[in-house]
C-alpha cells in the first residue's frame, strides 16, 4: 500500500480574487442596463436615446466596477501585507515566544500538549512556512495567495459589459421593441441564477427565480418612473 493518503474529493476554489467581481459584475450589469433601458424607455419612445443611455450605461458601469474593484482588493491586498511583515517581524525577533503561541493554539484545538510543542517546532524550522501556518491561523490569509488587485478589475470590466449588453443587443440589432429587450434580459436573469448556483449550495431554480425576481423588480420600477416623469419633465 502507498504511503501517501488518498484524495477522495476536491474543493473548488473559495478564495481566489476572480469569482466575486465576476458574478456580482454580470448581475451588476445585466440588473442596472436593463433598468436603465426600461427607465428611458418609459420616458420616451426614442431608439436612439434608448441606445444612447443603454451604451453609457455600460461603459459607465464597466469602469465603474472596475476602478472600484481594483481599489478595494489593492486595499486589502496592502493591508494584508502589512500585518504579514508585523507577523515576519515578530518571528524573526521573538522566535520561542511565536513558537510557543503556535503550540498553544494546536493545544486549544484539542491536541496534546507535548505532540503542540513537537509539531510547533518542527514547522517553525522554516521561517517562510511558519509564516504561512501563523498567516492563516492569525490572519486568515495565505501569503503565496492573495488576492489580485488586476485580476479583481480584468474580471469586473468584463463581466459588468457582458451583462449590460444583454439587455442592449436587441437595440443594436434594429430592434424597437422594449419587450424584446425585456424577455432577452428576463432569460438571462434567470440563466444568470442557475449558473451560480453550481458554486453555491442553492438549487438552480431558486437561484434562477431569486435573481430573475430581483431584476424584474428593479426594471419595473425604474420604467415606471420614466414614465411618471417622461420627456416634459426634462
Known sequence: MSSRAEIHHQHRDVTGGWLRPSVFGAMDGLVSNFALIAGVAGGTGD??????????????????????????????????????????????????????????????????????????????????????????????????????????????????AAGALLPLLPYLLGVRSLWVSAVVSCLALFGAGALVSAVTARSWWYSGL?????????????????????????
Open 210 to 234: 431569486r435573481q430573475l425576481l430581483v431584476g424584474v423588480l428593479a426594471a419595473g420600477l425604474t420604467f415606471g418612473l420614466g414614465s411618471l416623469i417622461g420627456t416634459t419633465a426634462l
Open 47 to 160: 431608439t436612439r436615446v434608448i441606445v444612447l443611455a443603454g451604451i453609457a450605461g455600460l461603459a459607465a458601469g464597466a469602469f465603474s466596477m472596475a476602478g472600484g474593484e481594483y481599489v478595494s482588493v489593492a486595499s486589502q491586498r496592502e493591508l494584508a501585507l502589512a500585518e504579514l511583515a508585523v507577523e515576519r517581524r515578530e518571528i524573526e525577533r521573538h522566535p520561542e515566544a511565536e513558537q510557543a503561541e503556535l503550540a498553544q493554539s494546536y493545544v486549544d484545538k484539542g491536541v496534546e500538549p507535548a505532540l503542540a510543542a513537537e509539531v510547533a517546532r518542527q514547522l517553525s524550522r522554516n521561517p517562510e512556512q511558519a509564516l504561512e501556518v501563523h498567516a492563516q491561523a492569525e490572519l486568515g490569509v495565505v501569503p503565496s495567495d492573495l488576492p489580485s488587485p488586476r485580476l479583481a478589475a480584468v474580471s469586473s470590466f468584463l463581466s459588468f
